[in-house]
Every structure is written in structure tokens, then in C-alpha cells.
């Protein structure tokens, strides 16, 4: 709904150009290079070759998109290949706006590309959407939208599961490699996050909120508004959320978005070896008491 009535209305406006100058005021600044803002430790080293920050890398990386990845865009779902743009990283930042976007997606799409233009514009759309709420919600990352959820049964967070998690070590391959892209380069497919998200609190019991920090503190495109929305989406517990009981199975959904393991091989060293883990968890055990869980928070006696 929130989608069909932006459409309804004017398109955005076209956005306005840069000024040649700004008239600040004079001010004397530390050298940035003084504070030492780079880490000691060399976990950043692969993220250079993923994004260049700035206006100047966001304008390229929509112009790669729109000449390769918009008429992929269909398979956007399939982690293995490139077909969504990477601008989530440069839209967080103010470094394009989503005015910019829609224009130049408007002034390339042909007749072949209008429904794959169309869904990746949609897809913004949901940005858009995340802010309505935060903006309407400023303890977004705190609070259950649907205030039923406060009835969760949540349970402290096992340890082992949570680090298992964080580390991609939970013996479920899509999760685990989803989770060490996110380490690795600070990012993670969106169809990944959805189930590594789903994983976590249906599957290890483990509240959202929990999850939500971990992804605030380690993508590049960390977002006050997308993240924890899109969290709540996964729980149940946001605006049009994925009902809770919709809980994904990692290893079919492997099955359909990668069936090949390009992904899962990209990202596991020991992919398809003795020394890649058993699960931590049974998907099915532990997917009837997120039902049963569930039941209990809404009251109701749980299905035998
Ligand atoms: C648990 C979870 C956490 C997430 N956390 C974030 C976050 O912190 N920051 C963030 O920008 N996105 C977040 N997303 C949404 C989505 O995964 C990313 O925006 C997307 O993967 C970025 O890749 P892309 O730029 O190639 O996307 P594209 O498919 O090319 O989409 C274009 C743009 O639309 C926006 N967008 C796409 N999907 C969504 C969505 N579901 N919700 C909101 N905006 C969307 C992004 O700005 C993106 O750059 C999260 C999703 C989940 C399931």
C-alpha cells in the first residue's frame, strides 16, 4: 500500500544541482589523519575492493548497474551472481539520493527492462518505507511495532549459538556463508540476510534486537532505518511484516537461490569437507518450538 500510493503521486522531482561553492565559516580543523581512525588490526582489508566511497564511486556504481545488472535484476534473489546494484552502502550516506536514482533508471529503461526497473524501483521504495516508520517510530531498533511480540517467550541467548552465528559456524551452509561475507566485506546478499536473520531468532530462539546490533555494527550500509525495519520484517514484528510463522528454511532455500554453491563456495574455505561442521541445531526441532513459542505468545495451546 505505502508503495502503490507513492506511485499514484507526482513522480519525485529532479534533484538539484550541486552549488560551485558553499560560504562557511572560518574555522580552524584537527588534520583528519590525526585521529587515527584506521584500525590497528586488518580486519577492513577486503573492503576497498567492494565499494569506493563518495559521490564520485556511487554515480559508478549505478552506472554499472544500469548497464549490467538491470537486465539481470530478475534474478536478484541469487546470491551468486551480480545483479542487484551495491548502492545500499552510498544511499546510507547521502552519497545519491533516491531522486538521482529513479531518473536515471526512468531515462534508461527500454521496453525489455520496465519490469525489472519497476521491481528495483519498488525495492527503493521499501528504503522509503523503513524511514516512514523510523520516522514515525524513533525507537525502531528498540521496540515491537506489534506490541503483541512484547508477550515473546524470548530466552537468554545461548553463547556458543550466538558466537556460532556471528562466526558463521552454525553447520548451516547458507547462514555460515552469509555471515562470513558480512565479516569479510561488510556486507551480505539481501536473500542471505533473510535467512541468516530468520535463523537467528526462529531457529536458535534468539530475540531480533540481538541480531539487529550485530548487523548495526558490522555492514557498510548499517542503517538507522533498514536495518532495524527490515529486522522486524523478518520477525514478525514490524508494519507488513513476513508473518512469524513463516519460518525460512536455509537449506531449501540454498537449494533454489544457489543451487550451484557458487555462493556458499565463495565464502566457506572448507566448503564440502570433513572439517566444515555438523549444524549446531535440528532445523526441524528447533522450528516447532519457534511454532510453539509463537502459540504461546499468542495464548494459544500449542499444536501437538
Ligand atoms: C535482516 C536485514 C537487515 C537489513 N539491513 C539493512 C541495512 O542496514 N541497510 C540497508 O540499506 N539495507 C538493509 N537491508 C535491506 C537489503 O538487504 C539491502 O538494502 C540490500 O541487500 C542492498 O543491496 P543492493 O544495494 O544491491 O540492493 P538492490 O536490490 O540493488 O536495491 C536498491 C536499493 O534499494 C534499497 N533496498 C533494497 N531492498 C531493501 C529492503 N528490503 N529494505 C530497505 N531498503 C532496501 C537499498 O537502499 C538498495 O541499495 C536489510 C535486510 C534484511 C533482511
Redesign the pocket.
Known amino acids: 500500500p505505502f508503495w502503490k500510493s507513492i506511485l499514484a503521486g507526482p513522480a519525485p522531482r529532479q534533484s538539484v544541482t550541486a552549488p560551485r561553492s558553499i560560504a562557511g565559516v572560518e574555522a580552524t580543523s584537527d588534520l583528519l589523519d590525526s585521529w587515527n581512525l584506521f584500525p590497528d588490526r586488518p580486519w577492513a582489508n577486503d573492503f576497498p575492493n567492494q565499494w569506493t566511497p563518495g559521490e564520485t564511486g556511487a554515480r559508478e556504481r549505478l552506472e554499472r548497474?544500469l548497464d549490467n545488472?538491470l537486465a539481470l535484476?530478475h534474478r536478484?534473489d541469487e546470491p551468486g551472481i551480480e545483479s542487484?546494484?551495491?548502492?545500499?552502502p552510498h544511499?546510507?550516506f547521502g552519497e545519491i539520493s533516491p531522486y538521482q536514482v529513479w531518473h536515471a533508471v526512468e531515462s534508461v529503461v527500454t521496453p525489455e527492462t520496465r519490469a525489472n526497473a519497476s521491481r528495483?524501483l519498488s525495492?527503493?521504495g521499501?528504503?522509503e518505507?523503513?524511514y516512514h516508520q523510523l520516522f514515525h517510530n524513533t525507537d525502531l531498533h528498540r521496540r515491537n511495532l506489534r506490541a503483541e511480540f512484547d508477550e515473546f517467550p524470548w530466552e537468554e541467548p545461548n553463547p556458543a549459538h550466538l558466537s556460532a552465528w556471528k562466526k558463521g559456524k552454525t553447520g548451516v551452509e547458507l547462514v555460515d556463508a552469509g555471515m562470513r561475507e558480512l565479516w569479510k566485506i561488510g556486507?551480505?546478499?539481501?536473500r542471505v540476510?533473510?535467512v541468516?536473520?530468520s535463523f537467528l531468532i526462529k531457529n536458535l530462539g534468539i530475540d531480533w534486537r540481538i541480531?539487529e546490533a550485530w548487523?548495526?555494527n558490522t555492514?557498510v550500509?548499517?542503517?538507522e532505518a533498514?536495518?532495524p525495519?527490515?529486522?522486524q520484517?523478518?520477525a514478525g514484528s514490524g508494519y507488513d511484516a513476513a508473518p512469524y510463522f513463516r519460518v525460512f528454511n536455509p537449506e531449501l532455500q540454498a537449494a533454489k537461490f544457489d543451487p550451484d554453491s557458487v555462493y556458499r563456495a565463495r565464502w566457506i574455505e572448507e566448503y564440502n569437507t570433513p572439517l566444515y561442521p555438523e549444524p549446531i541445531v535440528s532445523l526441524s526441532d528447533t522450528r516447532a518450538r519457534a511454532l510453539a513459542d509463537y502459540a504461546t505468545m499468542r495464548g494459544e495451546r500449542p499444536q501437538q
Open positions: 548497474f545488472g535484476y536478484r542487484t546494484s551495491g548502492l545500499s544511499l546510507r528495483f525495492e527503493v521499501w528504503r518505507f523503513s556486507t551480505m546478499h539481501n540476510r533473510m541468516a536473520a541480531g548487523f548495526w555492514l550500509d548499517a542503517d533498514s536495518n525495519a527490515s529486522w520484517w523478518v
